[in-house]
């Protein structure tokens, strides 16, 4: 059984410009992932203010991405397999991450990968800008 846990970080919370179900969306693209792609362990969440964004990190102690096929992220119907030519159809159609790009940038963000290691796990982010002189309520 895998964990999927939410870490509240000690930043303080702060308003993003962004669209309540495209981040959703892009969210559960990520942590979805995260969950196909880990045999053992858990996924954690966790959110931290990043200068002028507020960064979303979604940690996995899965399979991990070699970084030949790192470099391959994010492209259409681009799957990180054993090899990268293959498609696992059963486990997606390989257009989660290219989609949530797309998102996160119209909302002037971004979707990286953090790090990751073979075996051992991977960390992808979104980040979505916070809003200039909007406070908390
Ligand atoms: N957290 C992760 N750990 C390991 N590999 C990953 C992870 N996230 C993505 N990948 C690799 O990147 C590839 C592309 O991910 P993407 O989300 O775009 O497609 P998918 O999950 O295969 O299909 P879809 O999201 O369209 O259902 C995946 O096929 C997988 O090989
Ligand atoms: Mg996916």
């Given amino acids: 059984m895998l964990s999927l846990k939410f870490e509240q970080s000690k930043d303080a ?18 942590v979805g ?29 899965g399979v991990g991405i070699s970084l030949e096929n790192q470099a391959l992220l994010f492209r259409k119907f681009q799957q990180a397999g054993d090899s990268i030519y293959t498609r696992t159809v059963s486990k997606g159609t390989g ?9 996160a940038e119209g909302m002037g963000g971004k979707v990286k990968i953090e790090k990751s290691e073979v075996g051992k796990g991977t960390i992808f982010s979104f980040s979505l800008p916070i809003a200039k002189g909007v406070s908390y309520v």
């Fill in 13 to 30: 919370i702060v308003t993003i410009i962004a669209d309540k179900d495209k981040t959703k969306q892009i969210l559960i693209n990520l």
């Fill in 33 to 61: 992932n995260a969950i196909k792609y880990t045999g053992k362990g858990g996924v954690i969440v966790t959110a931290i203010n990043d200068g002028p964004f507020v960064k979303v990190l979604v940690a996995d102690s």
């Fill in 95 to 103: 257009l989660g991450l290219y989609i949530s790009k797309l998102i």
